[in-house]
């Protein structure tokens, strides 16, 4: 039985511009990525308060040539770019009961609890 090639051209993958880098293998820049997760651990998971640490992360791989060189004041890292005044969400409104959507009183439209003589309407 012949196999099913339904493009006689050849197919050429290219590789994305940006997002995919090498792995650490050696393991180069270990410490900075702990660093940063045990940050990320320690502030549950409010990533701007462990900016250095990805910074410092980042510059790890770019140095031991992992990624790219770029500048990290256009990858999010410039001084004018910091998170100010940030506050986290206290789930007040749900721990005094509240249930997104249970406010609205509006019939029910699912097919199946309709009549059904209103089903194709």
């Known amino acids: 039985m012949s196999s099913m090639n339904f493009s006689s051209s050849k197919q050429f993958v290219r590789p994305p511009q940006r997002g995919i880098f090498p792995l650490d293998h050696d393991a180069e820049c270990k410490v900075f990525m702990k660093r940063y997760l045990e940050c990320l651990k320690e502030s549950r998971d409010v990533h701007h308060k462990c900016r250095d640490l990805s910074k410092d992360y980042l510059q790890c791989r770019m140095d031991h040539q992992l990624m790219a060189k770029e500048n990290l004041d256009e990858m999010g890292y410039g001084s004018d770019q910091k998170v100010v005044g940030a506050e986290e969400y206290d ?25 059904k003589k209103d089903w194709f309407q």
């Open 91 to 115: 789930k007040s409104k749900e721990k005094a009961g509240f249930v997104a959507g249970k406010h609205i009183d509006k019939p029910n439209s699912w097919f199946w609890e309709r009549k």
